[in-house]
T-cell receptor, first 112, second 116 residues
Framework: AQSVTQLDSHVSVSEGTPVLLRCNYSSSYSPSLFWYVQHPNKGLQLLLKYTSAATLVKGINGFEAEFKKSETSFHLTKPSAHMSDAAEYFCVIIQGAQKLVFGQGTRLTINP | NAGVMQNPRHLVRRRGQEARLRCSPMKGHSHVYWYRQLPEEGLKFMVYLQKENIIDESGMPKERFSAEFPKEGPSILRIQQVVRGDSAAYFC??????????????FGSGTQLSVL
């Protein structure tokens, strides 16, 4: 079965510093991977997706993620954090068609 | 073009009552998915429906939970005889019917169910 593990339940960075949210995956075949963001009291928004094209994927709001097969990782990064980035982030993998499997989530806090 | 609409936004029920959660997919979408998010956890798949059909309900609890997506009207997630453990955020997502292997879902803002 497909699965993802988010290595940090909570990450705290200062505004203007880089962001790194870590995700490892387990898959018996070439996976489709996503990052979603959930702001308080709002629905989920797709940040970016990897579907076996380029290994470096650029998303919205300056986020990007790199697919590394040798490390089974799909970490999310951003060069410079903004206060509006404070939210819950989910690494997600597709299991079969139509079914998403979510990681446990990483809560990102931005300090002024 | 309205997104996926869920209502109510918040629902409070006492133990033993019934909860009905509604989801109106985006215009032109005929595939609906329900996910549940327990406190401090990620979302867990519950059920996948197309118009008038349940395609995959492997994530649904065996008892008290049911879902439907009629030909007309919203999709309904129904929880009978609610217990405190049902307290969670329930998210609905929809996708367009032409997508063969869906990689992008549009999520609603969720319904927060609180069982007293």
């Amino acid at each position: 079965a497909q699965s993802v593990t988010q290595l940090d339940s909570h990450v705290s960075v200062s505004e203007g510093t880089p962001v790194l949210l870590r995700c490892n995956y387990s898959s018996s075949y070439s996976p489709s991977l996503f990052w979603y963001v959930q702001h308080p009291n709002k629905g989920l928004q797709l940040l970016l997706k990897y579907t076996s094209a380029a290994t470096l994927v650029k998303g919205i709001n300056g986020f990007e993620a790199e697919f590394k097969k040798s490390e089974t990782s799909f970490h999310l990064t951003k060069p410079s954090a903004h206060m509006s980035d404070a939210a819950e982030y989910f690494c997600v993998i597709i299991q079969g068609a139509q079914k998403l499997v979510f990681g446990q989530g990483t809560r990102l806090t931005i300090n002024p | 073009n309205a997104g996926v609409m869920q209502n109510p936004r918040h629902l409070v029920r006492r133990r033993g009552q019934e909860a009905r959660l509604r989801c109106s997919p985006m215009k032109g979408h005929s595939h609906v998915y329900w996910y549940r998010q327990l406190p401090e956890e990620g979302l867990k798949f519950m059920v996948y429906l197309q118009k008038e059909n349940i395609i995959d309900e492997s994530g649904m609890p065996k008892e008290r939970f049911s879902a439907e997506f009629p030909k007309e009207g919203p999709s309904i997630l129904r929880i009978q005889q609610v217990v405190r453990g049902d307290s969670a955020a329930y998210f609905c997502a929809s996708s367009p019917s032409w997508t063969a292997t869906n990689e992008k879902l549009f999520f609603g803002s969720g319904t927060q169910l609180s069982v007293l």
